[in-house]
């Protein structure tokens, strides 16, 4: 309760005070009313927040900080019910501004209590990010900022709530009320994680319900380092390779370190200049406002010129990463490249480079990662990587270099981290299938498609006629033009040696059928940054899914009260449209028919349109089970209205009205 009605005084004490400067610019009377119950309202609540402070303050021990709170609090509290009573000005006055003074001396005892002492002058110091290694003290490093993060406001030395003491490791080793934290070398009896794995509504589960809780991460951390035997002394270096403690810890020591932001001396680019160097064929990105790195990535093997890298000259002084994959890189774009003195990453994988073509990389003394996979790099790369001083990562999956070549490298250069992919136990893996370019299944007559795969030398078979391609099958080379007229799904399958044939990948595309010149709704649906707009949804050519409908911009949602009232216009000479499809979907929590009625009227006047077509749904319950998982009562429907043969109609309007306290979900209109 202290917490929560301690925001009344702290707001309406101040409020009296600004309140005072305006007493000349308001009637006297309406100022001595209001000035009135704002005096009451405040002592009032001052008193309940004071008493409710009083039996709070009985849970941990009495420190320093705990009793200037206090009984600062309290004297703010007879000031205030003080006030009630004064009836000259300057004495009011005199008495409310010392009252303000107070309540920030009070609020900031309070907020030491719960969040530490530097709570609100942290963020106005520069801390100095320290970098961990393998030397900094496992508990130090790792456990101690957990336990700070998650338990330190209730457990510090203002504040011992349980009569434990966090803020320390001597505090940690005292124990509380309930004994000590932990038992080294025992975790399963230690009292630390007794308390995190009990049930968090049970009252004695630490982090109380409500409060920030450990991750599993931080369990498993927290865990291992009391097996290992609760030393705050020991270090990453001192434990052998296979310890549970020191493989955890590894990997929270290269993410925390590689999550440390870089400060760079050199200057900014101008933004004009970086504006300039973008094309559709180069990206050139600095990485944050606060700072002058650019990240340029280049693509197209097909459109790439030389002139992509050397146009980069104005800024190489600021090109920190660099991605060049794919690309015809040859020696001379290597010596560009060497010129850029800050380059910290640079990719050139499935690039045409050579060990030798590499040799002038010797002057990146800043690179950390270069990234080789899939070139035509050997062994003797070794010459390079020992001009490279801050080199921490090196790529080399799916190069000539075998894996005795890079044993021998990893003993030479025990710095450098090599990734050499994924190590076959002998047994051929599956391709992952084909994917769709353009990712649209929506398409016009005589619209082409284009089919791809994520990996390199692939080769795609395909059928159009439902039958499942084999490696007989037609091979995909260029864009394939669909033939909307054939209802037989789209089939392809992906092939390379060594490798076991993918899935299949099965394409249904569906006639987009005419699109409207103007599209109107009466309301777009329901105002949600979740959901979409229905002037879009309903004619991008772009199907949600099969599965339940969802709060995605995918869908637009509609009530009982603000139905779909949409109306198309096909302009003065429009097309002969035979039949219209209405999609909606049902939300997977729902459990009735949502869609009351469906009305679709059409016209040459939007204001004398004529009734074509009413559907009523009767709001039956939906099939389901308790866990609401998608199953076909939930599908998305499809209704078909026929248009009459021989009419023409220059507008449509389709009405979709859900029933009561229930939500449509719309996703496309097609007019065939």
């Given at each position: 309760?202290?917490?929560?009605?301690l925001?009344?005084?702290?707001?309406?004490?101040?409020?009296?005070?600004?309140?005072?400067?305006f007493?000349?610019?308001?009637e006297a009377?309406?100022?001595?009313?209001?000035?009135?119950?704002?005096?009451?309202?405040?002592?009032?609540?001052?008193?309940?927040?004071?008493?409710?402070?009083?039996?709070?303050?009985?849970?941990?021990?009495?420190?320093?900080?705990?009793?200037?709170?206090?009984?600062?609090?309290?004297?703010?509290c007879?000031?205030?019910?003080?006030?009630?009573?004064?009836?000259?000005?300057?004495?009011?006055?005199?008495?409310?501004?010392?009252?303000?003074?107070?309540?920030?001396?009070?609020?900031?005892?309070?907020?030491?209590?719960?969040?530490?002492?530097?709570?609100?002058?942290?963020?106005?110091?520069?801390?100095?990010?320290?970098?961990?290694?393998?030397?900094?003290?496992?508990?130090?490093?790792?456990?101690?900022?957990?336990?700070?993060?998650?338990?330190?406001?209730?457990h510090?030395?203002?504040?011992?709530?349980?009569?434990?003491?966090?803020?320390?490791?001597?505090?940690?080793?005292?124990?509380?009320?309930?004994?000590?934290?932990?038992?080294?070398?025992?975790p399963?009896?230690?009292?630390?994680?007794?308390?995190?794995?009990?049930?968090?509504?049970?009252?004695?589960?630490?982090?109380?319900?409500?409060?920030?809780?450990?991750?599993?991460?931080e369990?498993?951390?927290?865990?291992?380092?009391?097996?290992?035997?609760?030393?705050?002394?020991?270090?990453?270096?001192?434990?052998?390779?296979?310890?549970?403690?020191?493989?955890?810890?590894?990997?929270?020591?290269?993410?925390?370190?590689?999550?440390?932001?870089?400060?760079?001396?050199?200057?900014?680019?101008?933004?004009?200049?970086?504006?300039?160097?973008?094309?559709?064929?180069?990206?050139?990105?600095?990485?944050?406002?606060?700072?002058?790195?650019?990240?340029?990535?280049?693509?197209?093997?097909?459109?790439?010129?030389?002139?992509?890298?050397?146009?980069?000259?104005?800024?190489?002084?600021?090109?920190?990463?660099?991605?060049?994959?794919?690309?015809?890189?040859?020696?001379?774009?290597?010596?560009f490249?060497?010129?850029?003195?800050?380059?910290?990453?640079?990719?050139?994988?499935?690039?045409?480079?050579?060990?030798?073509d590499?040799?002038?990389?010797?002057?990146?003394?800043?690179?950390?990662?270069?990234?080789?996979?899939?070139?035509?790099?050997d062994?003797?790369i070794?010459?390079?990587?020992?001009?490279?001083?801050?080199?921490?990562?090196?790529?080399?999956?799916?190069?000539?270099?075998?894996n005795?070549?890079?044993?021998?490298?990893?003993?030479?250069?025990?710095?450098?981290?090599?990734?050499?992919?994924?190590?076959?136990?002998?047994k051929?893996l599956?391709?992952?299938?084909?994917?769709?370019?353009?990712e649209?299944?929506?398409?016009?007559?005589?619209?082409?498609?284009?089919?791809?795969?994520?990996?390199p030398?692939?080769?795609?078979?395909?059928?159009?006629?439902?039958?499942?391609?084999?490696?007989?099958?037609?091979?995909?080379?260029?864009?394939i033009?669909?033939?909307?007229?054939?209802?037989?799904?789209?089939?392809?399958?992906?092939?390379?040696?060594?490798?076991?044939?993918?899935n299949?990948?099965?394409?249904?595309?569906?006639?987009?059928?005419?699109?409207?010149?103007?599209?109107?709704?009466?309301?777009?649906?329901?105002?949600?940054?979740?959901?979409?707009?229905?002037?879009?949804?309903?004619?991008?050519?772009?199907k949600?899914g099969?599965?339940?409908?969802?709060?995605?911009?995918?869908?637009?949602?509609?009530?009982?009260?603000?139905?779909?009232?949409?109306?198309?216009?096909?302009?003065?000479?429009?097309?002969?449209?035979?039949?219209?499809?209405?999609?909606?979907?049902?939300h997977?929590?729902?459990?009735?028919?949502?869609?009351?009625?469906?009305?679709?009227?059409?016209?040459?006047?939007?204001?004398?349109?004529?009734?074509?077509?009413?559907?009523?749904?009767?709001?039956?319950?939906?099939?389901?089970?308790?866990?609401?998982?998608?199953?076909?009562?939930?599908?998305?429907?499809?209704?078909?209205?026929?248009?009459?043969?021989?009419?023409?109609?220059?507008?449509?309007?389709i009405?979709?009205?859900?029933?009561?306290?229930?939500?449509?979900?719309?996703?496309?209109?097609?007019?065939?």
């Amino acid at each position: 309760m202290h917490p929560l009605v301690l925001h009344f005084p702290i707001a309406f004490i101040v409020l009296l005070a600004i309140f005072s400067f305006f007493k000349k610019q308001i009637e006297a009377e309406t100022y001595k009313n209001i000035n009135r119950f704002l005096i009451v309202f405040t002592a009032f609540t001052t008193v309940i927040a004071t008493i409710m402070g009083l039996f709070l303050s009985m849970e941990g021990d009495t420190t320093d900080l705990m009793t200037l709170h206090k009984w600062f609090g309290v004297g703010i509290c007879f000031l205030v019910y003080v006030l009630t009573f004064v009836k000259k000005e300057k004495v009011f006055n005199a008495l409310l501004y010392v009252g303000v003074i107070g309540v920030v001396f009070v609020g900031h005892y309070g907020a030491g209590l719960t969040h530490g002492t530097n709570f609100i002058t942290e963020p106005l110091v520069k801390t100095k990010v320290v970098k961990l290694n393998e030397e900094t003290p496992i508990f130090q490093g790792f456990v101690k900022p957990v336990l700070d993060s998650k338990c330190l406001s209730c457990h510090n030395s203002e504040k011992r709530k349980g009569e434990l003491d966090m803020s320390s490791f001597e505090g940690m080793m005292h124990g509380g009320k309930g004994g000590k934290l932990w038992i080294a070398g025992n975790p399963e009896k230690s009292a630390l994680l007794k308390r995190v794995h009990l049930p968090e509504d049970n009252k004695k589960h630490m982090p109380p319900q409500g409060k920030k809780q450990l991750t599993k991460g931080e369990i498993q951390l927290i865990n291992a380092w009391i097996k290992q035997g609760a030393d705050n002394k020991i270090a990453l270096a001192q434990l052998p390779e296979e310890d549970g403690l020191k493989q955890i810890t590894s990997k929270l020591l290269a993410s925390k370190n590689k999550s440390i932001e870089p400060v760079f001396a050199f200057n900014f680019a101008k933004t004009e200049i970086i504006d300039g160097l973008q094309n559709p064929f180069r990206s050139v990105i600095q990485k944050s406002p606060a700072s002058p790195a650019i990240e340029v990535v280049i693509n197209g093997r097909e459109t790439y010129r030389p002139e992509f890298l050397t146009d980069l000259s104005s800024i190489k002084e600021q090109i920190v990463s660099l991605n060049l994959s794919f690309l015809p890189v040859d020696k001379s774009s290597i010596d560009f490249i060497s010129s850029l003195s800050n380059l910290n990453n640079l990719l050139l994988n499935f690039t045409d480079v050579t060990t030798n073509d590499l040799s002038g990389l010797k002057t990146c003394v800043n690179l950390k990662t270069l990234s080789l996979s899939g070139t035509k790099v050997d062994v003797e790369i070794k010459d390079l990587l020992k001009q490279l001083p801050k080199l921490e990562t090196l790529y080399l999956w799916n190069t000539e270099i075998n894996n005795e070549a890079i044993d021998g490298l990893k003993l030479e250069f025990p710095n450098v981290h090599f990734e050499t992919g994924f190590k076959s136990d002998g047994k051929a893996l599956k391709l992952t299938p084909p994917v769709l370019l353009s990712e649209k299944t929506i398409i016009s007559k005589g619209d082409f498609i284009e089919l791809g795969h994520k990996m390199p030398g692939v080769e795609i078979r395909y059928t159009t006629d439902g039958t499942v391609p084999t490696k007989s099958s037609k091979l995909f080379k260029t864009p394939i033009q669909v033939d909307l007229k054939n209802k037989k799904p789209f089939k392809a399958i992906a092939y390379k040696k060594g490798w076991l044939a993918s899935n299949v990948k099965t394409i249904k595309f569906i006639d987009k059928g005419y699109t409207p010149k103007q599209f109107e709704v009466t309301y777009e649906g329901e105002n949600n940054e979740f959901i979409g707009v229905a002037s879009r949804i309903l004619i991008d050519h772009n199907k949600a899914g099969n599965g339940t409908a969802n709060s995605t911009p995918s869908w637009a949602a509609f009530n009982f009260n603000n139905p779909l009232n949409a109306l198309a216009y096909f302009g003065e000479n429009p097309p002969t449209i035979k039949h219209i499809i209405f999609n909606y979907g049902v939300h997977k929590w729902s459990k009735t028919e949502p869609l009351a009625t469906l009305e679709v009227w059409a016209g040459q006047d939007k204001n004398n349109l004529t009734l074509l077509k009413q559907i009523k749904k009767t709001p039956r319950k939906l099939k389901g089970d308790k866990k609401n998982q998608d199953i076909e009562d939930k599908r998305p429907r499809r209704l078909k209205i026929e248009v009459p043969k021989n009419k023409i109609f220059k507008y449509y309007k389709i009405i979709a009205t859900p029933h009561k306290k229930s939500r449509i979900y719309v996703d496309q209109l097609y007019f065939y």
